[in-house]
């Protein structure tokens, strides 16, 4: 079965039951072989997206492309831009983990000592990777500890299209798969005000309104981590799209350091 049956509404039962045969395939090899699989903490809800179907779209490509995740879901925050996920309350939040994939969207949230909260724990050195409106989230903040963490700053967003994606670093292990000529499916191109001082951008987009260049995707250290962006991810064709979900899957287990 391939992705692109995804938009179908019978595919998409259909993708559930290999979802979950999937899941129960890899546990079974992974007891057999005896390795460790990367575990990964996905932080999702807030406004505009259909979360529960791009998480479970990640889960599936990851097993599509033989990579061995071990996926624990937080889906909190309502269908609002303000929220606090409770998890992240606790010290050791992100204990255990080999990445978090912040995929939430709440821009008006903007209490410095709890974003302070999340982004202390991956400065101190979890990875992630950050995904959409992961950017424009704690967008009305004073403090910029998150947009730092993200790498880039985007406070606001363009049309959808069909955009065009030029690879600026073709040998990176993240884009390496991003063949030539790639457009994405209808999604939304983030203008990026600022590229932060340790981003190394992998990929951009041209604005169809001012033909400025946007990044797309990049990788930035923060503190000790890791971390992997994209401000791609709008609408489910992205998420049904094989070459977006391979890339985003590869900046998994590039953050992870595998």
């Known amino acids: 079965m391939t992705l692109s049956c995804l938009s179908n509404a019978i595919c998409r039962i259909l993708v559930t039951v290999s979802l979950f045969s999937a899941l129960f395939l890899g546990t079974a090899t992974r007891e057999a072989s005896g390795a460790d699989p990367i575990k990964v903490l996905v932080v999702t809800g807030g406004c505009c997206h259909d979360y529960d179907y791009q998480t479970k779209a990640m889960q599936l490509a990851a097993?599509?492309?033989?990579?061995?995740?071990?996926?624990?879901?937080v889906f909190e925050g309502g269908k609002g831009t303000r929220a606090k996920?409770?998890?992240?309350?606790?010290?050791?939040?992100?204990?255990g983990f080999d990445v978090v994939v912040h995929n939430e969207c709440f821009a008006d949230t903007d209490d410095a000592s709890y974003i302070r909260k999340i982004t202390d724990v991956h400065r101190n050195g979890v990875p992630a990777v950050v995904i959409h409106c992961a950017m424009h989230t704690y967008r009305s903040a004073k403090v910029d500890d998150w947009r730092e963490f993200?790498?880039?700053?985007?406070?606001?967003?363009?049309?959808?299209?069909?955009?065009?994606?030029e690879v600026t670093e073709k040998d990176h292990p993240i884009t390496k798969g991003i063949p030539e000529?790639?457009?994405t499916p209808m999604d939304e191109l983030y203008i990026v005000e600022k590229v932060w001082p340790n981003t190394k951008v992998l990929a951009t987009s041209k604005s169809?309104?001012?033909?400025?260049?946007?990044?797309?995707f990049w990788t930035n250290n923060f503190g000790k981590a890791r971390v992997f962006g994209t401000t791609y991810g709008?609408?489910?064709?992205?998420?049904?799209?094989?070459?977006?979900?391979?890339t985003v899957v590869r900046g998994i287990v590039w953050a992870a350091g595998k």
């Open 150 to 165: 993200l790498g880039v700053t985007s406070r606001h967003h363009e049309h959808q299209s069909r955009y065009a994606v």
């Open 181 to 183: 000529g790639y457009k």
């Open 85 to 95: 996920i409770e998890l992240y309350e606790k010290s050791n939040w992100a204990d």
């Open 208 to 216: 169809e309104k001012t033909g400025e260049v946007q990044p797309v």
């Open 234 to 246: 709008h609408s489910n064709d992205t998420f049904t799209d094989s070459i977006f979900l391979a």
């Open 63 to 73: 097993k599509e492309q033989g990579i061995d995740i071990e996926w624990t879901i």
